[in-house]
């Protein structure tokens, strides 16, 4: 994961070995990711 140790989700993730689900229309939240699943128009692709 790209998070930041000073982000307490992505930390916390991280020490819990968990993963962090994410839904959202900004795509900024890209740069934070290990993996993207795009929807579009009702079908799932992944990038």
């Known amino acids: 994961m ?3 140790s000073n982000i307490p989700l ?3 993730a991280k020490e819990a070995n ?3 689900l994410i ?3 900004d795509r900024r ?3 934070f990711a290990d ?3 795009r929807i579009e128009d ?3 692709l992944r990038n």
Do not use: E, R
């Open 2 to 4: 790209l998070c930041s």
């Open 10 to 12: 992505c930390s916390y």
């Open 18 to 20: 968990k993963g962090v």
């Open 23 to 25: 839904a959202s229309h």
């Open 29 to 31: 939240i890209i740069n």
């Open 35 to 37: 993996n993207v699943i």
């Open 42 to 44: 009702g079908m799932i």
